[in-house]
């Protein structure tokens, strides 16, 4: 044999280098893994042949493609606990996620030379034997188990594998689904811990401007991570805010161009600042509606009163969306009103009435009628009563019944009546509780003074022994808290309330005669009905009138809007103090500036 020229003795000699620097061979050699999962710890395929001793360290990793390029994603770090000839048991003692069998293992401990050891006999190779095809049962299986373990691109392999052979499965392509959401669940969350790791980094040494450039890189290649990312940068900025206003203002050009996430982000932070105008420059990049929103969402008050709302594009489904935020806020009075601005910028009605209860039948119905709309909007509760008509829960438990516009049977002199018309308004279902009022007057700063008197005894009584000019104040202060429209009842009003539409029917509640009427219709004098003064103002229900009003005949009188002179008020509806028979004749004309013990009101509301 000639002589071994000088490469292949270099090989050689790189060869055996490599040997016992490594503590184990390159050749016929596997790389280092995972092969077994074990509680708090894993087994792998590395033992005392090739120097794993007990105490060494390490961490485990897997690799993936970003950008065309190889990364490592180390998840785990572990130390050896025992040591077998060709394995070794380690305990984990930080993870940012679970191993899986097959994830590689990289020893920071560097291995000792192992003994050497006599070469084994080279035995004869078995001879190939070709697997045969699982069954659709195996594949299942072994597709569960892989899951189980967390090796979902495997998994996944196994369940469409399974799936080709039984296509009209339908749990294995709901497997597929999950499987494949986990997968890139589980890929999102490596490349996440990658970049929170080399941030980490970063953090150790102090170099701010470098943590913040890359959590801002983050949320531009991973934007399902941004809600997390968001927090640590607003954890960063707490203690480094000088420093991260310099480096926004360095990279500001090249932040505009790396989409909305990115851009959201800066007006988020901006608007935390207080510097609305730079935060509207980011906010004009955004064509994502939703980022603009989620990025004002925990500012939008600071935000809605700059009062720069307008410059933005889209600002009608801004409106819309602030005005949800303020609804679940409980501000009905400021989401009325940008949901009203928003129905003007563009927002369908549709889009705006589904989020607050309104069926689209009712909003066909009642599209043009500005009164209902109104209410609708400024409402913290809408819906249908059991006699059909809308109604809806404003401010200090207000329940307004909708009244919708057209014409009636108006009574005149001598029983006489005529068609007139009236336009469509929100009455009060219930006539003014104590406790109604109570409210309005402890927001006066008298609210150690009581309004229950012998006649009304309890907080659900009506209110009496007010005049008129209370009540109207009453009114005024319910338009300051809603921003709706409150008065006293016209005549005209009270009346098509009491009657209905056409006035087929004597009485609120039916034809039954003033002679012949029960007492669970309505609360007359006497104590036949069971209340010798006035009664609770949800109290018969079966006296409820056409559009279901309660008490709109007997319990307490009630004041109305208009009136022969300053001086002289209509009251309306009877009260407990007349027999049923005075009752028909339900209207008077009284002194406004008197307090009766049987006189109280209810409100109404228009369309402004």
Known sequence: MGKINFPLRLFKFFYLFIFFLQGAPLCGQDQAKVIGLLENGILINRGAEVGVTKGAKGKIYYMETVSGK???????????????????????????KDPQIGYLVDFTTPLLTPKSNPKPAVS???????????????????GDNAFDA??????????????????NNIVLKNKIENTDSKLRESERENRSFSYYEQADKYLTKGNIESVFLTLVKAIQEIPAE????????????????????NVMTANDEQFKQMGDDVAALMASIYLKNSNIDKSLEYLKTIKDRSRIVECIKNDFELFDKSGKLDQVDRRGEIYFEMGLLYRQKGDFKRAGKLLKYSLKKGVSAEAVFDKIGVSKLVLNIYRQDPTLITGALFSERFYMNQ??????IFANNTILVYIPEGDFSKKEFLSSTKQIHADSFWMQKFEISVRQYQAFRSNANEAN????????????????????KDANDYCSWLTDQTGLDFRLPLSVEWEKAATGPSRTKKYPWGDADYDSVEPAYSNFSGDEDGFEYAAPVNSFENGRS??????????VWEWAHDGAYAELKSVFGGSWSESSQRIVNSIRMVESAKRYKDVGFRVVMTSR
Not at 78 to 95: D, H, P
Not at 226 to 245: D, G, P, V, W
Not at 449 to 468: K, M
């Open 387 to 392: 006699n059909g008509y809308p109604e809806a």
């Open 226 to 245: 941004r809600s997390t990312i968001f927090q640590k940068i607003e954890a960063l900025l707490k203690e480094n805010l000088q420093q991260i206003n």
């Open 124 to 142: 004869q190779p078995a001879p190939i034997a070709i697997a045969a095809e699982p069954s659709l049962e195996q594949l299942i299986a072994d």
């Open 150 to 167: 967390r090796r979902f691109a495997l998994a996944l392999d196994l369940f469409k594998r399974a799936y080709n052979k039984d296509p």
């Open 70 to 96: 190889k990364v490592n994603n180390y998840i785990v770090i572990f130390q050896v606990e025992s040591v077998e000839s060709q394995t070794c048991q380690a305990l984990i003692t930080k993870k940012t």
């Open 546 to 555: 056409f559009y279901g009003i309660f008490n709109l005949l007997g319990n």
């Open 449 to 468: 003074v009581s309004y229950l008197n012998e006649y009304s005894s309890t907080e659900q009584h009506p209110i009496t022994l007010l005049a008129w």
